[in-house]
């Protein structure tokens, strides 16, 4: 995790204030007041369940869907990289990856590949898009986005359809990239244990934000646990715990630094209902 101290102090590159969206042709607003800052080099990340909004927010915050009140405001000239939460390839169309990298903007050989091995893709120019298994897909969409050398990547379920250690080793990749480009990032995700356990500040959203901290604050909060189960907090302590000895499973690909939790810091703030 980034030091929360030196995280805390700098201006954020994002940040929306009360934003309440509505959607035509649905009976209630899907945002309401929801409040999100995101600082250089910081990784958030936004759970909820299913229908929550939080692919709302996101669109929201990249400004695809206007929002009925609040305000977005963002550092003047930011640069995003965006991983949407799907992308149609039509397979009837041909399209290699290097192609693919050049859409919407052109970018040199050197560039493409560049991007390619930073993901752990190299080599892949000449494949077909619709060729590529799940995760060698996930890889060029995050080579793609990294390649206008964004301030902020964005990443909305960027792990869907990977298998355990699939999802492990991209995590790790997002936080080998943060580590190194000090980008900032934001993500969503369902992947609750692996993807908390990579982020230094967790928004838990049901429509309206319910509780929001350190991975560890956010899954000992009541509203965190209403949500997904008292059982989901359980096994993220014992995941964070348990990390001297030998593992056998997928998330024995985790990093395991030394990183204890003393407990609840009570960091969640509950938010009610508007
Ligand atoms: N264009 C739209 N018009 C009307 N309602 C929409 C539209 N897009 C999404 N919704 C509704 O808004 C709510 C929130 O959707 P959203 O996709 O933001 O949730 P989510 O938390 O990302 O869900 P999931 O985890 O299933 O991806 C859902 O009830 C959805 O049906």
């Given at each position: 995790m980034a030091d929360k101290a030196s995280l805390a102090n700098r201006a954020p590159l994002i940040e929306a204030r009360g934003l309440t969206?509505?959607?035509?042709?649905?009976?209630?607003?899907?945002?309401?007041?929801?409040?999100l800052a995101i600082r250089p080099a910081e990784i958030v990340t936004v759970?909820?369940?299913?229908?929550?909004?939080?692919?709302t927010l996101v669109r929201?915050?990249?400004?695809?869907?206007?929002?009925q009140s609040g305000e977005v405001e963002r550092r003047a000239g930011l640069?995003?990289?965006?991983v949407p939460q799907r992308v149609h390839v039509d397979d009837r169309i041909p399209m290699t990856v290097r192609r693919f990298l050049s859409l919407p903007r052109s970018v040199s050989d050197a560039d493409a590949a560049a991007a390619l091995a930073r993901v752990g893709a190299e080599?892949?120019?000449?494949?077909?898009i619709a060729r590529l298994s799940g995760g060698q897909f996930q890889r060029v969409l995050l080579a793609r986005a990294l390649l206008n050398d964004p301030q902020l990547l964005v990443l909305d379920e960027p792990t869907q359809g990977l298998d355990q250690p699939g999802i492990v080793a991209f995590y790790r990749l997002i936080e080998d990239i943060r580590r190194e480009t000090g980008v900032a990032v934001l993500m969503v995700?369902?992947?609750?244990?692996v993807v908390m356990r990579a982020s230094d500040h967790v928004i838990c959203l049901n429509g309206h934000v319910c509780c929001h901290g350190t991975p560890q604050a956010v899954s000992a909060a009541p509203e965190y646990q209403a949500l997904f189960g008292a059982d989901?907090?359980?096994?993220?302590?014992l995941y964070r715990h348990d990390h001297d000895h030998a593992h056998d499973g997928a998330l024995l690909n985790a990093r395991h630094d030394h990183e204890h939790d003393h407990g609840p810091q009570h960091e969640c703030e509950a938010h009610g209902h508007a």
């Open positions: 969206v509505h959607l035509p042709g649905a009976e209630r607003a899907i945002l309401q007041g929801v409040n759970v909820g369940p299913n229908g929550s909004g939080k692919s929201s915050i990249l400004g695809h869907v206007t929002a640069r995003i990289g965006y080599g892949l120019q000449s494949r077909q995700s369902h992947d609750l244990l989901s907090a359980e096994t993220l302590a």
